[in-house]
């Protein structure tokens, strides 16, 4: 597994982070099942949020009750929480006062003093930036969180947060795979009329994202678009699953790993966020992070997908 410093920060992060959205009714044995194949595979790095469960703050429960962490296991880990999504609804909130209780809950629920990294998980249209920066401000005062960044937030809104947050933004967790790519595919294709796919829907955040040393974290790295299933062994995407499969026996990896490595191949830098609870499958995609796919191999599984390389 390879690792690199995160920017802004003095963790040592995978390239690939475990993400923890779907364990509130796994048990004990489950948990840690799952948790030890990502240890065992170099992935040291746990992505939670308070709204995972149900309820509030219960698959960070799930995980605290399921490990039960000695000081020096914890200190081993890098834990990555997210806030600002509130149901009934739903709404978003970063609201100063639902900052601090939601990190107070995250604390409690996962049993820690700290909070390695905050995310603002989706943008709030209501947002106002002066009570996010004073929410950031006791928060890292106080020691209870270390690093702060955001998720699905375009350059605009990160630049109004910059405005006025005083901690540099490490992240920026955001949905990307190889068939769920606008943030790619609609640059590639600037300047051509009539095609879809020159569409702006991504507003320059992964350049953006560069300029400013901010990581991007891609979530949902399996899946075809917006929560609409795998495209691994679909028989909707025959020609990219094709490709993965060949590349996959050229490299001796299974297809999960192809899939990773097509996006840590991008010279952002980024992170790779699984969401799968089958210890195996944290296994096969891990291996990704040791295969640099050449040039030619990425562009085929961009094309395969479906784009244009003009």
């Keep these: 597994m390879r690792t690199f410093t995160l920017p ?8 690939v982070v475990l993400g923890l959205m779907r364990i509130v009714e796994k048990s004990d044995e489950e948990v840690r099942a799952l948790v030890s194949a990502a240890l ?28 039960r962490l000695t000081p ?21 909130d970063f609201s100063y006062e639902h900052i601090v209780s939601s990190v107070e809950g995250s604390l409690e ?15 709030d249209a209501l947002v106002e930036p002066e009570e996010v920066a004073r929410a950031f401000d006791d928060l890292e005062a106080a020691g209870k969180v270390r ?18 947050v005083r901690q540099p933004l490490v992240a920026n967790q955001i949905q990307l795979s190889i068939t769920h790519a606008p943030t790619i595919a609609g640059p590639m294709a600037m300047n051509m009329a009539a095609l879809d796919q020159s569409i702006a829907r991504d507003t320059g955040v992964i350049d953006y994202c560069r300029l400013h040393d901010i990581t991007l974290q891609a979530w949902s790295p399996f899946q075809a678009g917006f929560f609409t299933g795998p495209f691994l062994g679909s028989p909707e995407y025959p020609e990219l699953n094709a490709v993965i499969d060949r590349l996959a026996a050229q490299y001796d990896v299974p297809a999960e790993a192809i899939a990773v490595a097509w996006l840590t191949r991008h010279p952002a830098r980024m992170q790779v966020v699984l969401g799968t609870t089958t ?15 050449t040039r030619a191999e990425w562009y085929a599984l961009f094309r395969a997908a479906g784009y244009l390389v003009p």
Excluded: W
Excluded at 8 to 15: C, E, F, G, N, Y
């Design 40 to 67: 065992d595979a170099g992935i040291d790095f746990m992505d939670h949020a308070d709204i995972y469960g149900p309820p509030y703050h219960g698959c960070e429960r799930r995980f605290a009750e399921a490990l």
């Design 147 to 164: 690093h702060f960044g955001v998720s699905n937030h375009t350059p605009g809104q990160m630049d109004l947060l910059r405005k006025h």
């Design 72 to 92: 020096s296991e914890r200190d081993r880990l890098t834990l990555q929480t997210k806030c600002g999504i509130r149901q009934p609804g739903p709404y978003f």
């Design 279 to 293: 210890p195996a499958r944290v296994a096969a995609a891990a291996q990704g992070s040791d295969i640099t796919l």
């Design 8 to 15: 802004h920060t003095d963790i040592v992060v995978p390239d």
């Design 109 to 123: 629920a996962l049993g820690t003093d700290r909070i390695d990294i905050l995310l603002l998980h989706r943008p």
